[in-house]
């Protein structure tokens, strides 16, 4: 055992196993369980991942190899043969650490907030069920183990939206989230026929292969796989059109929405495009629509952003954002940039909505669970006298959001509108536009939360300020621990203009873009990655940066300055009465695209199903089958009764007209 133990092969089996093991247990068991034992399986399942995870990630980068686990056969339908088998590459590695070291602080975090509910057992196995299918995803080999684990997150999705199920707007949020994710998963199911028609397998190293013998780059096939399968992860990482059941997913606990916004659910398809890289850049046409999509998705939801009372819907939205950034800089083909932010944004993201969750569950003993009035921002203020640690932590969060010099997200973020600079075409000007007028708008709600939640007087009820308190320890930790990678995050790839070579980060992930970036620069494509930077673009560089820091302090200092004082509350307030009324309320409103999809997509399905239940259930089913079959049977027992008079002679006709019956038949046959 000891000997297999030191395997990678093994171990490597074992990451997604542990959680699956602690999901088991809870699932059978965690009714009858103590509560501390039920929190004990599930974290220390989903803990004992993550240090089995930093063992083969630190084997992964000090031998420069990758490592895959035992395999078997799987399926073998037709041309199609699948093996189970699990890669851990720097890629996939990362990604790995993520889920795993987001998850068990979250699961940690967890053991305090969710200490009052009866369900508590059930919450914890949904939970360790979530990361299970998160590390399937990343962790297998094949695009078939990568939609196993798709599904699952979408199935533990819906079952952590609508937990409490109980009250009908979590549940219909749940739904929402499901059939919304459907539709994204019919474009990937495309997009994998596609690709498996045009290269015969859906193994990741046979797919690698089959692209070194394209000889049509940007064809008409490849991009129709491609965007078919963006379709997919506008579902999973909800952009437009299919970001809508996002918002909504804010129904359920607050870890819960941490996990889905930082570390697992929503990076499902910025990994997705990246792990296929190698096939992306041979289509163009379609990586121009994933740029203008992540730019317009990130300007869209960041005005939203803007207006929102709900302290969680402010960071959904952000969220929304944040990811549109992301594809922003897979569009342009910076495949590392946008998995750097996906990097940075998983920390500060679930630190702020683990903080938001330490804000919730300190009002709620005032307010009672599920009182609006604990997540409305416009009642609350003064926070950081009661929860000194939590606004620290939240601040830091924000700071990273914001794009805050020297915090991770300045880093990462930065990178992205350089990529967009640095285009100089009109892609690049469009989409370079819309990202800094979408940091605007995120270096706005970043401050405005703050100063609002911790600045000000408070407007709420006295008797919840009043008994408002610092989170337990088990809260605590996570968010300091997370506060600290929020931080220092981005100094793993730091920018050529400063001067220092200093990028582990990139140098980790290079051999993952090999391939790819070698056909690009072939080709002399303007998505190559540079592979020196001269004194011009290190200038440019440096302007890039200066113009992206006074945004983010100057607007933050704005929002800050107006949110965090009484008399800066009233002149907004005045604002928004007058001249700016009709854009407020439109933005409050969300663009009324809910409304829109209710009147042109909603309730004509429902028409249409009301029609199909009438004529198909009711007329021809009810009435016609059953009820039908019924009648049928009662009047031929009736006509049958009638027959059956008992008189001999009545039966001797009825035999004689038989007879000469069939005998014509016979007859006629002859």
Known sequence: MRELLQKPEFLLLLVPLMPLIGFLINGFFGRRMALASSGAVACGSIVLSFVIATSLFVSLISQGQTVQSYSFNWM?????????????????????????GVGSLIHIYSVGYMGHDKAYWRFFAYLNLFCFAMLMLVLGDSLVLMFLGWEGVGLCSYLLIGFWYTHKPNSDAGKKAFVVNRVGDFGFMLGMFLLFWYFGSLNYGELAAGM?????????????????????ACGKSAQIPLYVWLPDAMAGPTPVSALIHAATMVTAGIYMIAR???????????????????????????????????IKKVLAYSTVSQLGFMFIALGLGNFPVAIFHLFTHAFFKALLFLGSGSVIHSLEHTLGHGNPDSQDLFKMGGLKHKMPLTFATMFVGACGLAGIPLFSGFFSKDAILYA??????????????????????????????????F????????????????SPRSMGLPLFLLAIAAFGAGYLWLPAAFGVH?????????????????????????????????HEA?????????????????????????????????????LVEGAMGAPYRLLLNKYYVDEIYDIAIVRPIQLLSDVFFVIFDVIFIDLMLVNGSGLLVDLSSKVARRVQTGVVRHYLFAFVVGAALLLVMFLAAL
């Open 455 to 470: 600045f000000g007087k408070w407007r709420g009820l006295e008797a919840a300020y009043a008994h408002a308190d610092e």
């Open 502 to 534: 200093f990028t582990p980060f990139a140098d980790l992930l290079a051999p993952v873009w090999q391939q790819g970036q070698a056909f690009l620069r072939a080709a002399q494509s303007p998505l190559a990655m540079p592979v020196e930077h001269s």
């Open 76 to 100: 073998h339908v037709g041309a199609l043969d699948i093996h189970f088998r699990l890669l851990a590459d720097p890629l996939s590695g990362l990604l790995m650490m993520v889920v795993t």
């Open 538 to 574: 290190i200038v440019r560089e440096w302007v890039n940066m200066l113009v992206s820091s006074v945004v983010a302090v100057g607007v933050s200092i704005f929002a800050f300055t107006i949110y965090s004082k009484p008399a800066g509350l009233e002149r907004a307030r005045k």
């Open 420 to 453: 967009a600079f640095e285009r100089q075409d009109a892609l690049g000007l469009v989409v370079y536009a819309l990202g800094l007028a979408a940091a605007v708008c995120t270096a706005f709600y970043s401050f405005r939360l703050i100063g609002l939640a």
């Open 276 to 310: 296929l890289n190698f096939i992306w850049v041979h289509a163009e046409t379609a990586l121009t629509v994933v740029a203008l999509v992540g730019a317009l998705t990130a300007f869209f939801a960041g005005t939203i952003g803007l207006v929102q009372r709900d």
């Open 212 to 232: 070194r013998e394209v000889v049509q780059p940007d064809s008409t096939l490849l991009n129709a796989a491609c965007l078919c399968l963006f379709v997919g």
